[in-house]
């Protein structure tokens, strides 16, 4: 079993920036994809980006291309998630999702490919 515990959320103006971590714990392979979600207020959770254990491609959702850049740290099990640029629609629950398989990129923004969930954390843009 993986674990994956998300932090860095909170409330920041617009404009501003803010890093989410996701750190996983348990039973990690070297074969794995994490992927970001969020899910506002009254809205679908939707896909955000991914990265691989050993990079590669990032699919990106265009709403956040250019603002938002996906990292990792192998070694302590961490993926980041930079936010930049932050707007008032960026609000919402973020999620940290993985998977121990190498997905393909076509399928990194499904959620039914990922086995393991975080609780979320909470970012709100606002003044």
């Known amino acids: 079993q993986v674990q994956l515990v998300e932090s860095g959320g909170g409330l920041v103006q617009p404009g501003g920036s803010l890093r989410l971590s996701c750190a996983a714990s348990?039973?990690?392979?070297?074969?794995?994809?994490t992927g970001w979600f969020r899910q506002a207020p009254g809205k679908e959770r939707e896909f955000v980006t991914a990265t691989r254990y050993n990079g590669g491609s990032t699919p990106t959702a265009s709403s956040v291309r250019g603002r938002f850049i996906i990292s990792r740290d192998n070694a302590k099990s961490t993926v980041y998630l930079q936010m930049n640029s932050l707007k008032s629609e960026d609000s919402a629950i973020y999620y940290c999702?993985?998977?121990?398989?190498?997905?393909?990129?076509?399928?990194?923004?499904?959620?039914?490919?990922?086995?393991?969930w975080g609780q979320g954390t909470q970012v709100t843009v606002g003044s």
């Open positions: 348990g039973r990690t392979s070297s074969t794995w994809t």
């Open positions: 999702a993985s998977t121990t398989r190498t997905l393909i990129t076509s399928s990194m923004s499904r959620e039914d490919q990922y086995d393991f």
